[in-house]
């Protein structure tokens, strides 16, 4: 099938070029020589803004090209898979731009969007030193003049703070604090009085160590009334609202670290000998590179779900928001590290194989779990809404039909309305109220199709824990003060019980369009599905279905796409470096 967003994200890979040749301008051995030297990749950000990325960063209704944020997820995924920080440092000007997208008049918004569209770099002010993820507690203040408000205070660890000429901050315009008590400011550091500002040091990190992670001082700076973004006190609820989209777009990032990870892994284990035999031939590493693909596929089909659903379930997208941001970053950090199992030493060793990617994108990657709120902060986003979960899920009430049309990939989106974004997804989530219906429809298609006969216990099987969680859910709801880790854990297995429905539904309702593309073997008799689906039930705990069938299926998908040159995925892409890279990180077959 030949989806949009993958040819779209192909294109852009091709004006790339071959990331291989280590003489181009975005290429691996560029990207580690940036890292080593720990500075900003401006050539390669200007390279993205010479394609037109930046124009994808802008929904069309304010002058941009961004029609469905399928486009952003494989844009991002594509320039992920290349180097994380090139991804955060440049991707960073979407995320600062959300504020307005969501909440901004059509003035603001078409003002920051001709800016982005002309390269100018955005940020977003969030955490501070002193109170880290917990935004209440800001302490940088605007106070009101008739003028505007008069900002001090300092924000830190703060993504593009220092090379970003605009700023969407979020400021305590309320002494008293509290919900009501914060607004976003889209502060433009170039009106600035001088002296009203000052940058702070660029950070140290462990990974992605050319990023302009940094922070900012503001003493007395004025700020117009028309850069309020929204209403006063309404900043808090902006944020919230648009988290949600950056949330579900971090996956991105997760895609294109695994892609990228499990394509060296895939290469090594193709090329090593061990005992005499080449590592691929050894029972052990077939099992870490199979398991590893099924997750990489998983991650993928919800994440092109959460895409697609932002358009058409927008007012489930706190449920949807937190379950892929704590799922992809968590889960590729587990495919990551069982892929060293292959490598072994050359996982750590810098300049030893593949140019020492392996370890840099280990590195990079760790930092994605705790971006636009961490591990815990979405699990806890799950725990407040167990109440309306366990309502909806009892009532069969959640927007099935939104869920379904996110499924269909052969239906274009609709537009995204940003008011329908909600805090709470008040009727449940259309995903858990669907899952009987998919499984349905599965098992009817199984009577047709005997290969399809171990998804279906599998689906079944996933049900059966999908209530018991929904139950213990039940006794849980209405929690007050600190969360119990067992309660943490339940929010775990709801986000792994979702990521199933999806998965199901997605191939029931996308299967059929499958037929006939580079792709067409992992849809066919459901071999994906069935993957994906044992490696949940592993996750939660439960006995695998025991399909090696399945496994070994993806695996020669994996090793035929190596040899075309294909990326291993659920929807075609052609990769412009056809060939394998050898031990030295240069492509194989040239000196």
Same mark, same amino acid.
């Given at each position: ?86 991804? @955060? ?20 918004? #078409? ?5 982005? #569209? ?148 895939? %290469? ?51 449920? *949807?928001? /937190? ?73 069969? *009430? ?5 869920? @379904? /049309? ?14 329908r974004l909600s805090l709470v997804a008040r009727h449940g989530s259309g995903v ?11 098992? #009817? ?43 943490? %854990? ?102």
């Amino acid at each position: 099938m030949e989806h949009p967003p993958y040819r779209l994200a192909e294109e852009l890979d091709r004006f790339l070029g071959d990331p291989g040749d280590p003489a181009g301008p975005f290429s691996h051995v560029r990207c580690v020589e940036l890292d080593e030297k720990e500075e900003f990749p401006a050539d390669i950000c200007r390279l993205l803004e010479e394609w037109g990325l930046t124009d994808y960063y802008v929904p069309a209704e304010h002058g941009g090209r961004l029609h469905s944020y399928e486009q952003v997820l494989q844009l991002m995924r594509t320039v992920a898979r290349r180097d994380l920080t090139v991804a @955060v440092g440049h991707g960073k000007t979407y995320l600062g731009g959300v504020c307005v997208w969501v909440s901004g008049t059509p003035e603001q918004a #078409r003002r920051l969007g001709a800016d982005v #569209r002309a390269g100018v770099p955005v940020s977003l002010g969030l955490t501070e030193r002193a109170h880290g993820s917990d935004l209440l507690a800001g302490d940088v203040a605007g106070t009101g003049e008739e003028a505007g408000w008069l900002v001090s205070g300092e924000k830190w660890l703060i993504n593009n703070a220092t090379r970003g000429s605009l700023l969407s901050l979020l400021t305590r315009t309320d002494p008293a604090g509290g919900p009501r008590g914060f607004s976003v400011l889209l502060v433009d550091k170039r009106k600035l009085g001088k002296g009203s500002y000052r940058h702070l040091p660029k950070v140290r990190t462990h990974g992605i160590r050319g990023a302009d992670i940094s922070g900012i001082a503001f003493d007395g700076a004025l700020v117009d009334r028309q850069d309020l973004v929204g209403t006063e006190g309404g900043g808090l609820e902006t944020v919230l609202k648009a988290l949600q989209l950056t949330r579900t777009m971090c996956a991105s990032l997760s895609l294109g670290a695994a892609d990228h990870g499990l394509r060296i892994a895939a %290469d090594f284990a193709e090329e090593r000998e061990l005992y005499g035999r080449r590592l691929i031939d050894l029972p052990q590493a077939r099992s870490v590179l199979s398991a590893a693909a099924a997750d990489v596929l998983l991650h993928e089909a919800l994440a092109v779900f959460a895409a697609r659903a932002v358009h058409t379930q927008t007012d489930e997208l706190s449920v *949807t928001a /937190a379950v892929t941001k704590y799922l992809l970053p968590s889960g590729t950090e587990g495919v990551l590290s069982a892929l060293t199992r292959v490598l072994g030493a050359r996982a750590f060793l810098k300049g030893v194989y593949a140019g020492g990617m392996f370890q840099k994108i280990e590195r990079d990657h760790r930092i994605v779990g705790l971006f636009d709120g961490n591990t815990l902060v979405n699990l806890n986003s799950l725990v407040n809404q167990f109440r309306s979960l366990v309502r909806g899920r009892r009532r069969g *009430t959640g927007d099935e039909a939104g869920a @379904v /049309a996110a499924y269909d990939l052969s239906v274009p989106v609709p537009p995204l309305d940003p008011a329908r974004l909600s805090l709470v997804a008040r009727h449940g989530s259309g995903v858990l109220a669907g899952l009987d219906a998919s499984v349905a429809e599965l098992r #009817r298609r199984a009577e047709d199709n005997p290969a399809l006969r171990g998804a279906v216990e599998s689906a079944e099987r996933l049900v059966a824990v999908e209530r018991r969680v929904h139950t213990e859910m039940e006794s849980r709801q209405g929690l007050i003060g600190d969360v119990p880790p067992e309660v943490f %854990d339940l929010a775990r297995r709801y986000t792994l019980c979702y990521a199933a429905a999806a998965c199901i539904g997605l191939w029931v309702h996308s299967s059929g369009l499958a037929a006939g593309g580079a792709t067409a073997a992992l849809w066919q008799d459901g071999l994906w599905l069935r993957a994906a689906l044992d490696r949940i039930l592993e996750r939660l705990g439960e006995p695998g279905s025991g399909d090696p069938e399945a496994y070994e299926g993806l695996l020669a998908h994996l090793r035929a796409g190596r040899r075309t040159g294909e990326l291993f995925s659920l929807l075609p892409q052609q990769l412009p470096g056809r060939l394998p890279l050898n031990h030295t990180g240069a492509t194989a077959g040239t000196s």
